[in-house]
C-alpha cells in the first residue's frame, strides 16, 4: 500500500496521562526497545499510546512482543504500522 513495505509495531499502553506514557517509554528506551510516544486523539479526548518498533515482519513483532513481556512483565498488541505512526 502506498508503496511502502508492510510493518508491524506494538503498542504497549494508551494513557490518558503524557507523563506516564514518556515514563513507560523511557524505561523501554533504558532496555534498547525503540519506543516512542504517539498522541491520538479520541472521543474521549487526547490519549498516548506507548509504541514500540517498526518491525518489517510480523513474525520479528511477535518476538519483540515476547521479550519485552518476559523483560518488562508487559502485554502488548500488534498493530500494522500506518502512516501518522512514526516518532
Wanted: proline share 3%; no cysteine; glycine share 4%.
Amino acid at each position: 500500500k502506498d508503496g511502502l513495505p508492510e510493518a508491524w509495531v506494538l503498542q504497549l499502553a494508551s494513557l490518558k496521562s503524557k507523563e506516564n506514557a514518556q515514563q513507560l517509554q523511557r524505561k523501554l528506551l533504558a532496555s534498547s526497545y525503540p519506543a516512542y510516544v504517539k498522541s491520538v486523539n479520541t472521543a474521549d479526548g487526547i490519549s498516548y499510546r506507548v509504541l514500540v518498533g517498526p518491525k518489517l515482519s510480523r513474525q520479528k513483532a511477535e518476538e519483540l512482543s515476547r521479550a519485552i513481556e518476559r523483560e518488562h512483565r508487559i502485554k502488548s498488541m500488534i498493530i500494522r504500522f500506518q502512516s501518522g505512526y512514526e516518532q
